[in-house]
Nanobody, 123 residues
Framework: QVQLVESGGGLVQPGGSVRLSCAAS????????IGWFRRAPGKEREGLSCIVTNGGSTWSAGSVKGRFTISRDNAKNTVYLQMDNLEPEDTAIYYC????????????????WGQGTQVTVSS
């Protein structure tokens, strides 16, 4: 069964950090570029960052550039999103997906998505 599973979310204080993981099963993650997205309450889904298959190139949205860092470990079939200096506005459900990555992030109906992990930034 093809599956992406996010983990690492939770409650974090403003200014804190958290690392999200996106683990793949049923397929080889290294064959795909992977992206991270989020959906905050009442807002549209937002593409945050993506990384190409070998990790040699990444893209990040302006809203998170300098605070969020995407990386991957293909040997572990896992992609990570390190999130630093978190703000209450970062509260959202975070998703990973297979994507097209380059000068932005794009998906289509054939891509795989995880179920999401909640990140809440609050004191």
């Amino acid at each position: 069964q093809v599956q992406l599973v996010e983990s690492g979310g939770g409650l974090v204080q403003p200014g804190g950090s958290v690392r999200l993981s996106c683990a793949a099963s049923g397929f080889t993650l290294s064959d795909y570029a992977i992206g991270w997205f989020r959906r905050a309450p009442g807002k549209e889904r937002e593409g945050l960052s993506c990384i190409v298959t070998n990790g040699g190139s990444t893209w990040s949205a302006g809203s998170v550039k300098g605070r969020f860092t995407i990386s991957r470990d293909n040997a572990k079939n896992t992609v990570y999103l390190q999130m630093d200096n978190l703000e209450p506005e970062d509260t959202a459900i975070y998703y990973c997906a297979t994507v097209r990555c380059g000068f932005g992030v794009r998906t289509d109906e054939n891509d795989y998505w995880g179920q999401g992990t909640q990140v809440t930034v609050s004191s």
